[in-house]
């Protein structure tokens, strides 16, 4: 039981924390409707429903969609506020609104149970191989309780504040990386209609003050050679920079350049799709 961790959400980035945490030694269990998540997690996996999943797991590592879902599971009917169990430990590394993680925390903290809100960034690929980089909000107890489980799928945990802070920090990441890869895909079309070889200007970029994880690794991985394979979607990018703009009114914040920002990738996801690769963008 307290080797237990069930994963609820076996998504791109759920089935492969799923996996990471099996290989480390825990007994995993995936939770996921979908009639193809017992493929995604492995034949050696079982898939179980929440109810099974809440009464065998002592932790459960949600990766869901966003804030609806996670309050479903967790404060719903049938969830786990709703079922008569013991101490269970929360690790949400779901990209969620910070304001209902805050809520969350509380609502699960006076039944007696522990919860962190842990977004990472990564990608799948490093879902699979355990080297995500995670963004921590908790309370010092629930951060202590999480730690092996934390220790195993992240690579790099940084603890951020209380309740909700790494949601926050979490949508403050994913806004700078859109803001980055939409003037980025605005600077190669400049560099193009100038006659230049947008791989000799992105080098150069590289090499002095303009550069950003977008022009070193996005551009160069999926935009240039025009792979767009990453496994993260334009509507989820655009949900995102969405969900940080509500963030932002919702704390009174002026922040003229995010709503420009959003209203584009809101735009570019209509006109490409929101199953478009994310990278998209730099060539829209």
Known sequence: MPDTVA???LGNMGAGIARTLARAGYHVLGVDPSPDAPARIGADLPVVD?????????????????????EKVLLGTGGLTDT??????????STSDPLSSRRIAQ?????GNSYVDAPVSGGPSGAAQGTLTMFLGGEDDAVAEAKGVLDV???????VGGPGAGHVAKLINNLLCATHLQIAGEALRIARAAGLDPERVV??????SGRSAVTEVNLARWVLPGTFDSGFTLGLMARDVALATEVARALQVDTPLVEDVSQTWQETRDRLGADADFNRMAQA
């Open 203 to 208: 080098g150069a970029v590289n090499a002095a």
């Open 107 to 111: 609502r699960l903290a006076d039944g």
């Open 50 to 70: 929440l109810h099974q999943a809440l009464r065998r797991a002592a932790t459960l590592v949600l990766s869901l969609p966003g804030s609806p879902q996670v």
């Open 84 to 93: 008569d169990v013991p101490h269970r430990l929360v690790i949400d590394t």
């Open 7 to 9: 994963v609820v959400g």
């Open 153 to 159: 799928i992240a690579a790099h945990v940084v603890r």
